[in-house]
DNA sequence: TTGAAAGCGTTACCAC
DNA sequence: GTGGTAACGCTTTCAA
């Protein structure tokens, strides 16, 4: 292996020389500049990184924990962040979680040794004091899309967001709205989906609409479960007009549901997700979007910035529009009640109970 | 910051001793291990993973190169890597790739620098020389989903996949078959759909179908321009009665194609991808699957086997297994000759030209 | 079983 | 402008 001390004797210069010009440092001539550079070439020598790291006490990790970066959403941010490091001297460390045992895991390696130099944690709430003992050690941190810490975030309006979708069902006349999201005290602590719940619970209040918490249905993010859970739900006495899912992947789960209970989309049954994902286009789904991409470019920003030394003295919040995406899955409920269905598991529908 | 002599001092020992402990050597006494092990807790050590590495001349990157991210077969794969990396000391360095200059950048910061100790690159043909001169530097490295080369590889039958697609719609009947799928000369250099289109020709030969060229179409991987590449196909005085596409994305833009045109898929259209992602589940697609997580964990265990220095003599090169997967896309062809349908846009479509 | 000391390849300070 | 040289924090002989 060719070091800078190879280069440095090729060249009949000092070692610091070829540091300067590897640094492009302006005080070097420009003869022995020129020469440097043609060592380095013959010799087809590069740096270490290592080496450089050691000596300048900071590496060139940029760390990103997300979970279940599989999840439209999550790779939809993802390419944020690769999009606004392409541009720096970082590489992009990734690290995926997929369950609470990896969280904690990721986490505690990431205290015992400093795996990256800085930390854009994604929609997972770090562990308790996780993000004061990488504070003590200087490391910085940037959260997105999670609420309620003491660190540098990005957020969208989820409670907003989630009163938006609500809204939206009720101006187009529904009454019996159901939701369906995360458990609240799911295992990775997963908030978002929490907030919108208390905004579609905050928008049925002020619509005067009675809260049925039989309307509510919760479960792990997934497809799947999100299918059972609207089945469930499609299945009452009173099933709802209308369903809000806390996003798209769900919204799709619902979709299925429907197709299964042979219910027409939009006309027996409204359908709005969250997220606007990519999929959401292609399936026409209504949705609510927040800016997934841009959370992600915004959040590896304000970490470049940070790691350049350039961290605010406070923290700073940014928080993300978010905007209602109108497509073919929601529209005003039936006019009159129906006459009971051929189909034997489904009940009586009525539209206003 | 904390490093190994504070913590020797503190247990007094010499820093010898504490590495010894760090990386578990046999050889130190119980006692000795004790203290040492209660200085590294009361003092919350980590050791720097930059001193190790120049120590060590080796750092702890797992890189991987992959073109498109957001694409759910890249994703589905760097799940495998990702399933595999979490019990290893690595850390996933991941390249995204979205365009050939960025290609070549990346190739090129490769070489100059050692961003990572061993590299996957995936669906991508390297730069040319690139892997000759990684391999010079002694950087391991294993290709996936990429053919031709002289490295390590894990590949899947992509022509043999090609013939089992068009087989499954030969066998139901069709003898008008497009194809549609990425340009054999992209700029990427992308190679498995030419050999899908391979398989595709030459079933085409054994089944005795005449190959019509107009029946073929390129273009970037991309749903919407399959949309139009497929909207073209179906315009042609005499249309495919079903489309094998290259992906299921794009196979998704020829669903579209068929839905913006009126056709019932597979009623008056068959159409089959490639890949299984989760999407087509949801889709209901017919696709040839490829075990895409599995090739991300096959490669991943290869390189991890090099960077432990086991690697094998000769580059070895696995090939995975497809599979048909028969959902609801594909059907025999519509018996008779139709009448014109009553959109304009549309002319005769006949089923045996 | 332990410790002292010599690297590992850079950078940066300090003379010249 | 340029060249020594001391860090940077760890691992690993080599002695003891």
Chains 1, 2 share one sequence.
Do not use: W
């Not at 060719?2 to 640094?23: C, E």
């Not at 895991?105 to 130099?117: H, K, P, S, T, Y």
């Amino acid at each position: 292996m060719v070091t800078i001390g190879d280069v440095a004797a090729h060249a009949g210069v000092g070692a610091a020389t070829v540091s300067r010009v590897l640094n492009d440092s302006p005080k070097v001539s420009e003869p022995t500049r020129q020469r440097v550079l043609a060592a380095i070439e013959v010799l087809d020598y590069r740096p270490s990184p290592l080496a450089r790291g050691l000596s300048l006490g900071r590496g060139h990790g940029f760390g990103v924990i997300v979970p279940f970066f599989t999840h439209a959403s999550a790779v939809e941010r993802l390419r944020g962040v690769v999009d606004v490091l392409a541009d720096s001297p970082y590489d992009l460390v990734l690290f995926d979680i997929e369950s609470p045992e990896r969280r904690d895991q990721v986490f505690a390696e990431m205290l015992r040794r400093d795996r990256a130099d800085g930390l854009l944690v994604m929609s997972l709430p770090p562990a308790p004091g996780a993000l004061d003992r990488l504070a003590a050690r200087g490391v910085p941190v940037v959260v997105v899309d999670v609420g309620g810490t003491n660190v540098s975030a990005v957020t969208s309006d989820d409670f907003g967001g989630g009163r938006m979708a609500t809204r939206h069902l009720v101006e187009l006349g529904h009454e019996r709205i159901g939701f369906l999201g995360d458990a609240p005290d799911n295992p990775f602590g997963f908030t978002s989906s929490a907030r919108r719940e208390a905004g579609y619970v905050e928008e049925l209040a002020s619509a005067r609409i009675r809260f049925d918490a039989a309307l509510v249905r919760h479960g792990p993010h997934d497809r799947e479960i999100a299918r059972c859970l609207a089945t469930e739900l499609l299945a009452l006495d009173e099933p709802p007009t209308a369903i809000f899912a806390s996003s798209d992947v769900q919204a799709l789960g619902v979709m299925e549901a429907a197709r299964d209970a042979s219910l027409a989309v939009p006309d027996q049954l409204s359908v709005i997700g969250y997220d606007d994902v990519e999929l959401s286009a292609y399936a026409g789904l209504t949705t609510v979007r927040q800016p997934l991409f841009e959370s992600g470019r915004l959040g590896a920003r304000m970490l470049l910035e940070a790691l350049a030394g350039r961290a605010p003295a406070e923290p700073e919040s940014h928080q993300l529009p978010i905007e209602l995406v109108l497509r073919s899955t929601t529209g005003p409920p039936a006019a009159t009640p129906k006459p009971k269905p051929t189909r034997q598991t489904r009940p009586t529908r009525r539209t206003n109970p």
